[in-house]
């Protein structure tokens, strides 16, 4: 039966070319032969483009940017204590936790354990609100603390997948008040060269990728700077 004239004003009739299981099977076996024999290629690209360069000088302070309750960045921070490159060793305490029945806050806790297996002598507790966004908000209140404790630079160790995003977020956030920021990158097991042999490896590095991502792309351009604006706004009135 022909259509009325009036019908293609309001409607049109299109082919869709759609691809079969067996092509997608394919294309994913393909990628595969590609990907595996040349895993030692770029698997180190992927890893570095996460971390940062280490860069040991020495510091006013050397910050323990201790998210994830990793004993190795107490012991890093211990030998570079002991090097001498600082006088004082600040440990980032996230206060979003259970108080135990003496009042104690559990991360403080555990932070205070990891200081005496790392027989670090000297500390001070940097206490940090989780506010989302985490690291942003958890370095303005580092920020905080070290105008009042006159801190001009500091060495920020943390872990190796995460030192990217810690790096860019102190340099943005500290940079702008003339505090100098250092990065001290800390591996365990999983390197950037072998973050593919294990599961675990795989989820941490793909975790990492889409938070520096979520920082590079919009918590820095947007919520940061709106909040510098608005701030600047508050001050004017």
């Not at 806050?105 to 200081?115: H, L, Q, T, V």
């Not at 977020?169 to 100098?180: F, K, M, Q, S």
């Amino acid at each position: 039966m022909p259509r009325p004239t009036w019908f293609r004003h309001f409607f049109y009739k299109k082919e869709v070319l759609k691809s079969t299981w067996k092509l997608r099977l394919v294309l994913a076996g393909v990628l595969l032969l590609i990907t595996v024999p040349t895993r030692s290629l770029w698997t180190p690209s992927v890893g570095n483009s996460l971390t940062c360069e280490e860069q040991v000088r020495s510091a006013d302070a050397i910050l323990v940017d201790d998210f994830d309750r990793n004993y190795l960045l107490f012991e890093r921070a211990a030998a570079l204590y002991n090097a001498r490159r600082s006088s004082r060793v600040l440990i980032l305490v996230p206060t979003l936790a259970v108080p135990t029945d003496d009042g104690r806050i559990i991360d403080g806790a555990i932070a205070d354990f990891m200081i005496r297996i790392a027989h670090l002598k000297t500390t001070e507790s940097v206490l940090v609100q989780e506010v989302e966004p985490i690291s942003l908000n958890a370095a303005v209140q580092v920020r905080d603390y070290l105008m009042k404790e006159g801190i001009k630079s500091i060495m920020v160790v943390t872990s190796g997948f995460r030192a990217k995003r810690a790096l860019l977020i102190y340099d943005e956030v500290l940079g702008r008040i003339g505090i100098a920021v250092s990065c001290v990158p800390v591996f365990g097991t999983i390197t950037p060269e072998t973050w593919t042999h294990t599961w675990h490896g795989i989820q941490e590095v793909g975790l990492q990728f889409l938070k520096l991502q979520y920082y590079r792309f919009y918590v820095l351009p947007f919520e940061w700077r709106a909040r510098r604006q608005s701030t600047r706004g508050d001050v004017a009135e």
